[in-house]
């Protein structure tokens, strides 16, 4: 089972302010993909990063692939109040697990006005 | 875009009862659904996976006789709280796939509370 690092668990942000939020693992992944979470919803897909290295963007949102495909970044540019929620990133599993998306363990974001 | 639509979104119900929840694929062929669980404040744990027409492999830890699943059509899967107690209030989540690659789509969840 593929492990995924996510930090911080907590952020609480002035409007305005930038940040980033980090997803690592001892593995590599074939993809992986970032989602956002409200309260009382279910997630919802952000990206889905595929290549080694790769950039994408979604309006004041970054995300970025590593070169080795182990880890991945979601960067927000001047953060406003309706950024606010959990942002989970997961990853499909291989082998016996194939299929399987694993979440890593969620960064919960408060942007405050 | 592909829909899943969970009902229902909320439930209380009594010690003792069993809850119903279902997942319905609206727009496409769900080969394989998934349910999680998700305390406050936490990521989403994966229960069990679900195949069409076959029994639901449970994750280490899951009572299977307590999380019953049911996945009769390639556009519904139910899971069946049996006998439920205070501890199994929380947050399920499904999730369907068709098997297109990196296509994942949730539900929206059902908080179940148990008094």
């Known amino acids: 089972t593929q492990l995924l690092e996510q930090s911080p668990q907590f952020l609480s942000i002035q409007e305005g302010e930038n940040l980033t939020v980090y997803c690592n693992s001892s593995s590599v992944f074939s993809s992986l993909q970032w989602y956002r979470q409200e309260p009382g919803e279910g997630p919802v897909l952000l990206v889905t990063?595929?290549?080694?290295?790769e950039v994408k963007k979604l309006k004041r949102l970054t995300f970025q692939f590593g070169d080795a495909r182990k880890d991945s970044s979601l960067h927000i540019t001047a953060a406003q109040p309706g950024d606010t929620g959990l942002y989970l990133c997961?990853?499909?599993?291989?082998?016996?697990?194939?299929?399987?998306?694993?979440f890593g363990q969620g960064t919960i974001l408060t942007v405050h006005p | 875009g592909a829909v899943v639509s969970q009902h229902p979104s909320w439930v209380i119900c009594k010690s003792g009862t069993s809850v119903k929840i279902e997942c319905r694929s609206l727009?496409?062929?769900?080969?394989?659904m998934f349910w999680y669980r998700q305390f406050p404040k936490q990521s989403l744990m994966l229960m069990a996976t679900s195949n069409e027409g076959s029994k639901a492999t449970y994750e280490q830890g899951v009572e299977k006789d307590k999380f019953l699943i049911n996945h009769a059509s390639l556009t519904l899967s139910t899971l069946t709280v049996t006998s439920a107690h205070p501890e199994d209030s929380s947050f399920y989540i499904c999730?369907?796939?068709?098997?297109?690659?990196?296509?994942?789509?949730f539900g929206s969840g059902t908080r179940l509370t148990v008094v």
């Open positions: 997961a990853a499909p599993g291989g082998g016996t697990s194939y299929g399987k998306l694993t």
């Open positions: 999730s369907a796939t068709s098997g297109r690659p990196y296509g994942y789509t």
């Open positions: 990063v595929v290549t080694g290295g």
């Open positions: 727009d496409f062929q769900a080969t394989t």
